[in-house]
């Protein structure tokens, strides 16, 4: 099982971005899904958080430019950027609870490698 982050990129300030990261393997079920992210220097920070149900939190970085969302169908969860800003940079890493095994319901932490954003003129 494996996790893979697309849509980073290089965008001018006031700028949006549109990150993916979908799930693949043998799947049984996903609970929270997340973005996180990670400037140099810094510790890796939430940035946003949906659980299976659609419930939403967001940590600092991700109030009010940002919206997480999932399509549990394709087992994938969006973050949109919007107005970006210099400080935005970063390396953005998904997270998701996945449940691996039909044998049992433990759900292991997964995470993805992580996509670049650099916002700059």
């Known amino acids: 099982v494996q996790l893979q982050a697309s849509g980073g990129g290089l965008v001018q300030p006031g700028g949006s971005l549109r990150l993916s990261c979908t799930a693949s393997?043998?799947?049984?079920?996903?609970?929270?899904m997340a973005w996180y992210r990670q400037a140099p220097g810094n510790q890796r920070d939430l940035v946003a958080l949906?659980?299976?149900?659609?419930?939403?939190n967001y940590g600092d970085s991700g109030k009010g430019r940002f919206t997480i969302s999932r399509d549990n169908t394709k087992n994938t969860v969006y973050l949109q950027m919007n107005s970006l800003k210099p400080e935005d940079t970063a390396v953005y890493y998904c997270?998701?609870?996945?449940?691996?095994?039909?044998?049992?319901?433990?759900?292991?932490?997964?995470w993805g490698r992580g996509t670049l954003v650099t916002v700059s003129s």
């Open positions: 393997g043998t799947i049984f079920g996903i609970n929270d």
């Open positions: 997270y998701a609870d996945i449940r691996k095994s039909a044998s049992n319901n433990y759900f292991a932490q997964t």
């Open positions: 949906i659980t299976k149900s659609g419930s939403t």
